[in-house]
């Protein structure tokens, strides 16, 4: 049962029980608008309470359900609403725990609401693209304030009970049970209503009070446009609110439902949805069922505490659990404490920490000379130089001392997991742990799957994971597994075109355009270009007839490695990180076409955009067809969480289904043919699902 009925006091008790989060799919809204009818009819019931089991109201709309004729299938949410607003019999909302999207705009509906001061409340949708379609840019601005409304809309950001107190949001902010105060509450309700002969307020009646709503409203219009050029929702929402301050409740609603369904469909919700979706669909692993036993991990060390290490440790110890972090030298440790005290401090600077809070923090971190302590570790993760020797010399001191039945996780970005494994006389308990810099900030973990990985061990770094407040994606084991391994095809395909005409401003400019936070050669100042430059020369080694642009090395040559160095593709002031035309860069990259002997072009902005990104898609097919990646859909979260690629194009692999995969495999084929035929090797999957008129993202 979705939907359970109780009468407790004489108030008709109706819970949603519809874990985990009792979302408002079909089952559930029948069930309520069944109890609903049931609490109207009965006439020992003098009052009716909403209320959530599993300790929270609702998580909103069921959007597995967007899209579909179960949406749609009265009775809707909009007819819930309808069906709280016309009720002779008090109606009151027991918030606790969470209240979101569609949950909370039911809630709106009842004449009163009860919550718990830690509930958090917020209109998600704008994160995907929508605005609050059942009546959320109507009734929060008349019951939480135009302000607070507007803003809570516009960002999609949560708030608590507790901040809302004095908003007109809630009837009451308890610190009690909300459930036995609701009831309380309904009660007195239904008594005054007999005997004072009262009706029960509705939020839809309540007017919107600002002393300047226009120019408030143009103000948040201003923000809009300045933060959120790309995404017509936010400032659909400030229409819709707009809409409702000038002609009423009624006109704003029927003016909210048409911008609903206009952004329904456009193709950046149809992105943020798929990235959504994608999310949540990377945490499972097809042969490692959710019923998987989970080993516990109750206190992790991580082996070196330099640029990773101390990130990876942060990253836990932010989790509350406690970190042994171990170096080689007094010196290395003591540089990584500070670098990670530093970190603290500026967040405390920055009001984002208590001093407690950074206390309590470095507290959870033992600083360690000696393996010994890794003993009581139920994680391993060793994040040393990245030589296969020194990770061998690790890997056995680990196997010595670590417990049995610890996790041994190698944070490696290249070297292969499989042989690491095999450093170990325990392989099954071996698995990659692929951290990004800087590791304490970023969202994106892969997750390395050996050969000999065991399905526990993946299936509790996956809940880890979590728990630390990162997006894993499963990666099998290959050169650069998934994310860099396709990075490299971008870049490579970015300095072609720095030979063949473009500058690096233009290359930025264009794909920033496009959407992403930053072009390949910022990006590339920022990481160091030295770094690249090393796979490079490794990669003439391994594959001297590979064609591999040598503009870079000229670059590296001279010495400019990027903003540590004060110099890269860009010019640098000291101190500052806005990235400066340089004449010298520019002069070195002519003159290098020259030795070439090739003439330069001009070269369009589109061509720039899809060689970038199509050099992604391919080699993304390719790890696909591989089985490096189970989902086209992991590959989406690895570049959406870690590469900064546009969230509202939904990653590469999911713009290439709505390109189409027809022009994909044309442009590309195209680009074999008449620019540089040997960077592309065009992958047979885009050509096969191209013909058979399937999709990457399904
Ligand atoms: P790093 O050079 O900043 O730090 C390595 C630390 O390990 C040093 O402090 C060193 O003293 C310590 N160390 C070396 N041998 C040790 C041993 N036997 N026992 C204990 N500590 C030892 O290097 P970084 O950048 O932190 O890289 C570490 C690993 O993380 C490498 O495998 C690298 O490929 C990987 N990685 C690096 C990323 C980056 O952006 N820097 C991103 C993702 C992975």
Known sequence: MAVDYTIRDGVAVVTLDNPPVNSLGFETRRGLADALDQATRDAAVVAIVLTGAGGLFSGGADITEFGTREAMREPTLWSLIDLLERSAKPVVVALDGLTMGGGLELSLGAH???????????????????????????RLPRAAGLETALNMIVTGATMTA??????????????????????????????????????????????????????????????????????????????AIEYGVLHGVDAGLAHEREGFFALMQTPESGALRH??????????????????????????????????????????????????????????????????????????????????????????????????????????????????????????????????????????????????????????????????????????LEVVRGEKTAKDVLATVMRMARKIGKTAVVSGVCDGFIGNRMIEQYFRQSLFMLEEGALPAQIDRAIERFGFAMGPFRMSDLAGNDISWAIRKRRYSEAPQL??????????????????????????????????????????????????????????????????????????????????????????????????????????????????????????????????????????LIAQLARSGARLTG
């Open 275 to 444: 990235a959504f979706f994608a999310e949540r669909a990377a945490n499972k692993i097809a042969d490692v069922p959710p019923e998987t036993p989970v080993r516990e991990i109750r206190r992790v060390a991580v082996i070196g505490a330099g640029t990773m290490g101390g990130g990876i440790a942060m990253s836990f110890v932010n989790a509350g659990l406690p970190v042994t972090l171990v170096e080689t030298s007094g010196e290395a440790l003591e540089r990584g404490l500070a670098t990670i005290a530093r970190n603290y401090d500026a967040s405390v600077k920055k009001g984002k920490l208590t001093e407690a809070a950074r206390d309590q923090r470095m507290a959870l971190i033992a600083p360690t000379l000696t393996y010994d302590a890794i003993a009581e570790a139920d994680l391993v993760i060793e994040a040393v130089f990245e030589e296969l020797g020194v990770k061998e010399q690790v890997f056995s001191r680990i196997d010595a001392i670590a417990k049995p039945g610890a996790i041994l996780a190698s944070n490696t970005s290249t070297l292969d997991l499989n042989r690491i494994a095999a450093f170990t006389s325990r392989p099954a308990d071996v698995v990659g742990l692929h951290f990004f810099s800087p590791a304490n900030v970023m969202k994106l």
């Open 547 to 684: 064609h591999y642009p040598r503009v870079a090395d000229r670059l590296c040559e001279a010495g400019r490695f990027g903003q540590k160095t004060g110099a890269g593709w860009y010019d640098y002031r000291p101190g500052e990180r806005a990235a400066l035309s340089s004449p010298f860069v520019e002069a070195m990259i002519v003159d290098y076409s020259k030795s070439l002997g090739s003439a330069r072009r001009a070269i369009g902005d589109e061509e720039i955009v899809e060689r970038l990104v199509y050099a992604l898609v391919n080699e993304g097919a390719k790890i696909l067809a591989e089985g490096i990646a189970a989902k086209a859909s992991d590959i989406d979260v690895v570049y959406l969480d870690g590469y900064g690629f546009p969230a509202w194009r939904g990653g590469p692999m999911y713009y290439a289904d709505t390109v189409g995969l027809y022009h994909v495999e044309r442009a590309i084929a195209r680009y074999a043919e008449q620019v540089n035929g040997d960077a592309w090797e065009p992958a047979p």
């Open 162 to 239: 507790g901040e809302l107190a004095e908003s007109g949001l809630f009837a009451r902010v308890v610190d009690a049970d909300p459930l036995t105060a609701a009831i309380a509450f309904a009660r007195e309700a239904a008594e005054r209503g007999a005997s004072q002969g009262q009706s029960h307020p509705l939020v839809r009646d309540r007017p919107i009070e600002h002393d300047n709503a226009a120019g408030f409203l143009q103000f948040a219009r201003n923000q809009v446009a300045a933060t959120a050029k790309h995404l017509p929702a936010p400032g659909k929402c400030i229409d």
């Open 112 to 138: 009163y609401r009860v919550a718990s001061r830690g509930t958090r409340v917020g209109l998600p949708e704008v994160k995907l693209g929508l605005l609050p379609g059942a009546g959320g840019t109507q």
